[in-house]
């Protein structure tokens, strides 16, 4: 399966859990109480015991409250796995109420092979449309007082008020306090807000804003030990860094003031008052490089080697790493550094000598121009073993596309033995581009694609199929695309808007027109549809219905509850329309997901009129 419009790296499963629930139960801290959600209601019981005593008690399904869960988009898009959270000394308990009396039902049949199905009502909210009105109450075990927590703040406007999603709860280290992450309808204002539990009055700690687009939605927090101050990441300068707050709100100091984004925060190691942290500052921005800077924000150091790609694990003491190092070409080596970075060792070294006699080369990496003309991108490209670069090869490329996701790595091998490999031993060449929508490369590097999607992203696919066509081994005449969720959108859009470059694609699973996704989702990266008409009907694949010329192959799964049937549906309602020819394949009972691979081979193979394919 495929994940989010959708980030495809995402499962259906996370945690054991479906894809967009919560957790249905869990134990205080001491062991002596298990908190449950069942029938709309948040419950009380003792491990072993069977009397429970409810929290809550106007939970209901017939008028759409309730307490102790979620709504299926939170989990999907805020990526909210709890709905209740027990503070460190078991006294008190904070959990959600949602209500979803103003969000309509979208209806699925299930069990579609059974001689009769099921219907599932799930509340989805669309682009645009009312969302889930979401509290948060905290309840006192030995008082058994219930405080609402006063979480919005900002203009009594629905778009303009933050705190219209409340997400990422948890308490203070100290536990003298709930902290949340709330932001307004737009997400371009997000705050840290933490909630004294007595009164349930809220402030903020840290605001972020970014009105040229989106705010990042999970800015990172990272308590010291005194569990006041905190490693906060923020992207107001443009660039993913590292700042140094105390829950006072107080900034103490700036920790990094890089021109390119901060990756991971792998240790704080208070003793030697340093940071040790992961960035996209090697030689390109694919390659994740080891650093260390003072709490003070002073004695920034690189201590890796920005030629190669970085995975760190730092000793307990932080007098040493344990690094390994690669490259998409460079077969991974691991080493022994001592805290200034020097080589003490080699541990161990990958032996390619398979991959030599069996002539397999790793992919290459090239740089070309987005469409805008200057912006620098990246892609990778997959040649079969026994290249011949006398020969002419088909070009498929292998799209996801959307915003903050990356299909370029320098892992060695890239992507290789994950698909391509397949692929190329049939005959094709493999290409995938990573355009404007990349992440680590800067907030405003990604900027252009808002309110853009299926426009800019889509064109910088197609600037980098223009630049591989200048190869003389590349067949101009026979270019495909296919990818999932997202990915399959971006194939759809990029068959459609640019017939001159594309002879096939094979969409699946596909949000072919904005307006029938979620509402979190869409509006981060698109705004909101009243606002933005002409924005939402460029993203449609439908608009662009009776541009097709080349082979176009749809998939999607009856049952899922992602990215609905209805997108796949209205897309060929318009090609039919539109009198053009084109083939389908569903997945009965099916959720969000792909279709089988020999089927799609089969596909490309016939669309390019390679040997061995048949109807």
């Known amino acids: 399966e495929s994940a989010t419009p959708l980030r495809s790296r995402r499962g259906g499963r996370r945690g054991g859990l479906e894809r967009g629930r919560q957790a249905a139960e869990t134990t205080s801290p001491d062991g002596r109480y298990r908190a449950l959600y069942k029938d709309a209601n948040l419950w009380l019981t003792r491990p072993g015991e069977s009397a429970s005593q409810a929290i809550t ?19 999907e898009e805020l990526d909210q796995r709890t709905a209740f959270w027990w503070s460190a000394d078991s006294k008190r308990i904070a959990y959600y109420r949602f209500d979803e009396s103003q969000v309509k039902d979208y209806f699925l ?65 100290d536990g003298k306090e709930l902290l949340f992450n709330r932001a307004n309808r737009k997400q371009n204002i997000v705050e ?9 009055r809220c402030r903020c700690v840290v605001r972020e804003s970014w009105t040229p687009s989106w705010a990042e ?11 006041q101050r905190f490693v906060f990441t923020s992207e107001r300068n443009g660039y993913r860094n590292l700042y140094l707050y105390d829950l006072t709100g107080r900034l103490l100091n700036p920790l990094t003031q890089l021109q390119s984004d901060v990756d991971s925060v792998l240790r704080v190691d208070e003793a030697a008052g340093a940071v040790y942290y992961m960035a996209h500052d090697g030689d390109n921005p694919m390659k994740l490089q080891l650093h260390r800077v003072g709490l003070d924000g002073k004695s920034e150091t690189r201590l890796t080697d920005p030629a190669l790609t970085h995975r760190v694990q730092i000793s307990p ?5 344990i690094d390994r190092a690669e490259a998409h070409d460079a077969a991974p080596t691991t080493r022994l550094l001592d805290e200034k970075g020097n080589v003490i060792d080699t541990l161990a070294t990958t032996d390619t000598g398979r991959l030599t006699a069996l002539d397999v080369t790793p992919p290459e990496i090239f740089k070309y121009r987005a469409a805008d003309g200057k912006t620098e991108c990246y892609g990778t490209l997959y040649r079969p073993t026994h290249f011949d670069p006398a020969r002419r090869y088909p070009l498929l490329v292998d799209v996801y596309g959307g915003p903050e996701f990356n299909s370029v790595n320098e892992s060695y ?8 490999a397949t692929l190329t031993e049939l005959g094709f060449l493999v290409a995938a581009f990573d355009g404007r929508n990349a992440a680590g490369r800067g907030k405003a590097y990604r900027d252009p694609v808002y309110c853009h999607l299926g426009i800019t992203d889509v064109d910088d696919q197609a600037a ?13 005449g026979r270019v495909g695309i ?33 307006r029938n996704y979620d509402s979190i989702y869409t509006e981060r990266y698109m705004g909101l549809p009243e606002e933005n008409k002409l924005a939402y009907d460029a993203g449609s694949a439908l608009t662009y219905a009776a541009n097709l010329r080349g082979r176009l192959l749809l998939y999607f799964g009856s049952a899922d509850n992602n990215v609905h049937p209805a997108n796949t549906l209205q897309l060929i309602r318009a090609l039919q329309g539109a009198g053009k020819s084109f083939e389908v394949q569903v997945g009965p009972d099916q959720g969000h997901s792909s279709l089988n691979s020999d089927r799609m081979l089969e596909f490309f193979m016939d669309a390019f009129g390679l040997s061995g394919a048949s109807h």
């Open 413 to 420: 091998m890239g992507r290789a033995f994950d698909g391509p």
């Open 57 to 75: 008690t106007d939970g209901s399904r017939e008028h759409r409250i309730k307490y102790g869960t979620a709504s299926w988009v939170y989990g």
């Open 482 to 514: 296919y990818g999932i969720s997202y990915g399959g959108f971006a194939s759809a859009m990029c068959l459609l808007r640019y017939p001159d470059l594309f002879r096939a694609a094979c969409a699946q699973s596909s949000p072919t027109d904005w």
């Open 317 to 321: 003491d932080a007098r040493y790493f």
């Open 217 to 227: 939605i999970h800015p990172g927090v990272q308590f010291l030990k005194d569990g």
């Open 464 to 476: 980098g199929v223009r630049e591989l066509r200048k190869r003389p081994f590349v067949d101009p």
């Open 109 to 173: 049949a299930y069990n579609a092979l059974d001689q009769q199905d099921t219907l599932n009502a799930e509340p989805y909210p669309k682009a645009g449309a009312p969302n889930p009105a979401v509290d948060l109450s905290i309840y006192d075990l030995d008082s058994r007082r219930t405080v609402h927590v006063d979480a919005r703040d900002g203009k009594p406007l629905e778009n303009e008020t933050v705190g219209y999603y409340l997400y990422d709860v948890r308490w203070s280290p």
């Open 192 to 200: 840290l807000a933490a909630c004294e539990p007595a009164t349930g």
